[in-house]
């Protein structure tokens, strides 16, 4: 650091004891696009690479404005060198800086004393975990990240669906049901098994000798031989369920994954596989809806957050159980 520098940042903006949110909101003028606003990639990297280099490289930037005579110490990430910025000066970001949740979060220091308020800025792109049709589960090579762009909500004459935008251009259309189907809460307690026939039956109590439903005793009377026992259904747990899917059964609805459909594509989705979906978001995550989906079409598995589930709701209405 300079002796300019060093002697600009003799003193923070602010005392020590000052809360983090005011510490924030006297920070906030100085960004721009200022923190808890929406960031955006630019345009010039999605169209020129969008389709040429992995999603997590796209860049974005937000100028920083330090008030005259102060030093901003900005810390973008943990493993890269500080940023000193004692004039206006534009930031870049990449994609892959961004939280599961969209999240930018950078921490920044004013002066002597200050150890460091963190300033967090959302997004609209989402990561898509993914995984493609006859990719091994272990030792593969990591390939790159999917990330959603944007999503539109639509329910006309055509039925419930959702567009899908990714960043490097490629579309997905995901078609709702007409009525949200609800799965069954978690249940430890396999089901009863059918009960064997047995007396009673007049199938069986009315067949001939020597058919295995009665042999002779050591009296030469007959007496009905038991039944085969039956094998009883085995639950599935809670636990497994969650080895296999990240969204839970509680509270979740379901679908047949044929309703995923990529962009251009002539035929529906793969039939046979299964999609749940939510429109309750996590803890972290609230407003944003999510859908996974298990032999879909070109892939084995897909997990999608949706930014605009939400609006789908009110268009489908609950038909009970499964």
């Excluded at 300033?119 to 390939?143: C, D, H, Q």
């Excluded at 085969?228 to 085995?234: L, N, Q, Y």
């Amino acid at each position: 650091m300079s002796l300019l520098a060093g002697s600009l940042l003799a003193s923070a903006l602010f005392p020590a004891d000052l809360p983090e949110k005011e510490r924030v909101k006297r920070l906030t003028p100085f960004f721009d696009p200022p923190p808890g606003a929406t960031l955006s990639l630019a345009n010039h990297d999605l169209t020129n690479f969008g389709r040429k280099v992995a999603a997590e490289h796209l860049r974005g930037s937000i100028l920083v404005k330090p008030p005259l005579g102060t030093c901003l110490i900005v810390t973008r990430q943990s493993d890269a060198p500080d940023e000193h910025v004692c004039k206006p000066r534009q930031l870049s970001f990449v994609l892959g800086d961004l939280d599961r949740y969209g999240k930018l979060s950078w921490n920044v220091q004013t002066g002597e004393g200050d150890f460091g308020t963190p300033i967090t800025w959302n997004s609209p792109y989402r990561v898509v975990i993914a995984k493609e049709l006859g990719e091994p589960s272990e030792g593969a090579k990591i390939k790159p990240f999917k990330f959603i762009s944007s999503c539109e909500s639509k329910s006309d004459q055509l039925g419930r669906r959702i567009n899908v935008s990714l960043v490097t251009g490629e579309r997905w259309s995901i078609y709702f049901p007409e009525k949200d189907t609800l799965l069954d809460a978690d249940d430890a307690t396999p089901p009863a098994p059918p009960p064997p026939p047995g007396k009673g039956d007049p199938a069986k109590e009315h067949k001939a000798e020597g058919h295995g439903d009665h042999k002779e005793d050591a009296h030469g009377e007959h007496k009905e031989e038991a039944p085969p026992p039956v094998s009883t259904p085995k639950a599935v747990s809670r636990y497994d369920d969650r080895q296999i899917w990240a969204i839970p059964r509680t509270g979740s609805f379901t679908m047949s994954s044929s309703g995923f459909q990529s962009a251009g594509a002539v035929t529906p989705g793969i039939v046979g596989g299964e999609c749940r979906y939510t429109y309750a978001g996590s803890a972290e995550d609230p407003t944003i809806g999510r859908i996974e989906c298990h032999q879909v079409a070109g892939f084995a598995s897909l997990y999608l957050p949706l930014t605009c589930l939400k609006d789908l709701q009110k268009g489908g209405r609950e038909s009970g159980h499964k």
